[in-house]
């Protein structure tokens, strides 16, 4: 049974396969001393590896197979990584999906969540909610409809609200420039930010003002669900990329790492949501008949 249907990893790998040159790599190494070398290991063959490490979570030796050593599977992905595709792959996602269906960005959603990080590392602290164990938090940006934009790697034990800039500057370099809308009025109005009430203090508010957007936040001491807001998108994000086994229990310990499988997540979750929305809209030949994807 495979891991993922079919239809998210073959648009997924033809735009990765475009990204790392697959196409033009050669057999053997050129550059080898005696002119000749072992067979390099197709990076399809990688790409899936990485993929089942993603679901499954588990170590890259109990993923690794005759094929597919897992020396092979760390020196590639740091190759992968350390070139920057990873935020490149979500960047075209996002660019197929606003095309296809739109970006609701009048009403944006910033919130953390965080997850374990047993083994440490670059973006591990201590969890304040798990008894001090090594934790990591991912600080994500969302559309109006759930949509990922741009994702931070922090530690566990670093507060929501300095990762809010730089959570909320990527999405330029993901989308371009945001927008601007007109009210009823015929006046100028930014788009919304929707955040809980970690984020209410006076820093937030000022610096959501000079960067150009309307700051909706839940105020401290009141009773969340009466003021829940337009930020259930973004907590329901958070709960699709929690169905990776590698985000909830991450043993990356390299910053780079950890945001390649980030934004690998992400990129399959605009995948999904385009293809879901995208069947009450368009026709085409492999069109899914029904909403669950096989």
């Known amino acids: 049974m495979p891991l993922l249907p079919a239809s998210l990893i073959e648009p997924l790998w033809d735009e990765f396969a475009t990204l790392i040159g697959s196409a033009q790599r050669p057999e053997f190494a050129p550059d080898h001393p005696w002119g000749c070398h072992r ?8 790409f899936d590896h990485l993929i089942a490490a993603l679901v499954h979570g588990s170590g890259y030796e109990r993923i690794a197979t005759p094929g597919c050593s897992d020396r092979t ?78 994702l931070v790697a922090a530690r566990a034990n670093d507060h929501d609200s300095p990762l809010l800039e730089p959570t909320l500057a990527g999405i330029v370099d ?14 100028e109005d930014f788009p919304n930010v929707h955040l809980d009430r970690g984020y209410d203090s006076s820093k ?21 669900p009466i003021q829940a807001g337009r930020r259930w998108p973004v907590e329901r994000l958070h709960a699709w990329m929690n169905g990776y086994g590698k985000l909830r229990r991450c043993t990356d310990k390299r910053k780079v790492i950890v945001e390649f499988y980030l934004y690998l997540a992400a990129a399959l979750t605009v995948i999904r949501r385009l293809i879901g929305r995208a069947r009450s809209r368009y026709r085409w030949p492999t069109r899914p008949s029904t909403r669950r994807l096989r």
Do not use: N
């Open 39 to 46: 067979r390099r290991i197709p990076d399809r063959v990688v």
């Open 73 to 150: 599977l760390r020196r590639r992905l740091g190759e992968w990584a350390g070139a920057g595709h990873g935020p490149a792959l979500l960047r075209i996602c996002l660019a197929a999906y606003d095309r296809m269906i739109g970006l609701d960005l009048h009403d944006l959603a910033v919130d953390g969540a965080i997850t374990k990080a047993p083994c440490g590392g670059e973006v591990a602290g201590r969890s304040p909610v798990d008894r001090g164990k090594q934790g990591m938090k991912r600080s994500v940006a969302s559309d109006g409809q759930g949509i990922p934009l741009h």
């Open 174 to 187: 993901m989308i371009g420039p945001l927008p601007q809308y007109r009210d009823l009025r015929g006046g």
């Open 204 to 224: 937030s508010r000022d610096l959501l003002d000079l960067l150009g957007f309307d700051a909706h936040i839940a105020a401290k001491g009141l009773p969340a």
